[in-house]
C-alpha cells in the first residue's frame, strides 16, 4: 500500500482477442470506469499510429505485402517505441490500457508460419504487462461482427480459418512462459455490460 504523498505507479494492461472480439470497446469502457473513480488511465493501441505501426497497417489492411518476417520484425519495432512511451506514462502515475500487446504477435505471427520461439526473442525486450485479458469472443461471433462492419475477408487475417488458428495460437501463448502478467480470460459473447463487468472483477486485485 503506498502512504499519502507518494505517487503510485501505473498499472499495464492489455486487452486481446481475435479481430471482432470487442476489444477496442472494451478498453473504452474500462478506460471510463478507471476514470471515474478517479484513476487517471491513458488508452493506447497497436499497430499504433506512428510510422512502424503505419507500415504494419498497411500489411493488416491488404494494402501491402511483406514477408511473415518483415511483418513481425515490424509489430515488434513497433512495440519498442509504443514501449517508450507506455512506461513514461506509468511512471507518471497514469494506467494504461492497450488494445493488443505482445500476445498479439505470438498468435497473429506464428499463425502466419513462423516459429514462436523466435517471435518470442523478438518481443523480449518488451514490458511485462501487470494483466493480459483475453476476450474470448467465439469465432462465429467474430465472424458476425465483422461481417456487419464490412470488414470481414478484406484483410490478411480475416478469414474465419485465421481466427480459429489465431485463438489456438493465443491459448498456446497463455501455456507458455512468456511474461504476460496476470492472465485472464473472459468469455465475450456475452453482452458487452457483462463482459465490461467481467474485467472490471477481474482487476480488482490490481486496484
Ligand atoms: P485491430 O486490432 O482489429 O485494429 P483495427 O480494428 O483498427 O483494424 O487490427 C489489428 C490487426 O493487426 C489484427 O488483425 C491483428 C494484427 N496484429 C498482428 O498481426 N500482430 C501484432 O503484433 C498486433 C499488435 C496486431
Known sequence: MSR???????????????DGAGTTTQGALLAARLLERGIP?????????GVLGKIARAFTDGVTHLEPETVALTFAADRIEHTVE???LLEAG??????????????YQT???????????LNSRAMEPDATIFVDTSVEACVARLAARGEFNTGPFDQAAALEKARALYLQAFAS??????????????????????IWDALAPLR
Open 111 to 121: 499463425s502466419q508460419g513462423l516459429p514462436f520461439e523466435w517471435v518470442r526473442t
Open 94 to 107: 497514469t494506467w494504461v490500457v492497450s488494445d493488443r500487446y505482445v500476445a498479439s504477435s505470438l498468435a
Open 177 to 198: 512462459d512468456v511474461p504476460l502478467g496476470r492472465l485472464v480470460e473472459i468469455a465475450g459473447d456475452a453482452s458487452r455490460e457483462q463482459v465490461a463487468d467481467a
Open 86 to 88: 507506455i512506461r513514461a
Open 4 to 18: 499519502l504523498g507518494e505517487s503510485t505507479p501505473g498499472r499495464f494492461i492489455v486487452l486481446e482477442g481475435l
Open 41 to 49: 488511465v491513458e488508452l493506447t493501441k497497436e499497430p499504433t499510429d
